[in-house]
């Protein structure tokens, strides 16, 4: 017998995703604004970028002040399959493309190339 085990976190970003797409797709044409995504999710823009990697495309219209419109504009005809990890596309294109060894202008292409960026990883700041 297999046992799923339940993850609350899992779950509750399915959910909120869901709601998200819900609301983009009853907007229509006029959109919703960050305030009105922040009503459905305080985290709306993780669930944004969530469906963005899976192919749906949103437009963004500065409205000022600080407020922004997002519109759904077109919804995949299939959902993309979650993305390559960034280190894993890195590391590759280092050893395949340069022998496992880079300069700094080659780091940066291969960076530009992937659409890749860097980061701190969350909580890793130092004061």
């Given at each position: 017998?297999t ?9 509750k ?11 983009l ?22 669930r ?23 519109t ?11 993305p390559e ?5 890195l ?17 940066l ?19």
């Open positions: 017998m046992t799923v085990k339940f993850n609350p976190n899992t779950q970003r399915t959910s909120q995703r869901t709601m998200v797409l819900n609301a797709r009853n907007a229509g044409s006029k959109g919703l604004a960050n305030y009105e995504l922040y009503e459905i999710s305080q985290r709306w823009a993780a944004l970028q969530e469906l963005y990697k899976q192919g749906y495309k949103i437009r963004v219209d500065n409205l000022g002040e600080g407020i922004h419109s997002y759904l504009v077109e919804e995949p005809a299939a959902i993309l399959p979650r990890r960034a280190q894993d596309v590391t590759r294109e280092i050893e395949s493309k340069f022998g496992g060894s880079v300069t700094t202008a080659q780091l292409y291969i960076l530009q190339s992937n659409k890749l960026q860097v980061g701190r990883k969350a909580g890793t700041f130092s004061v």
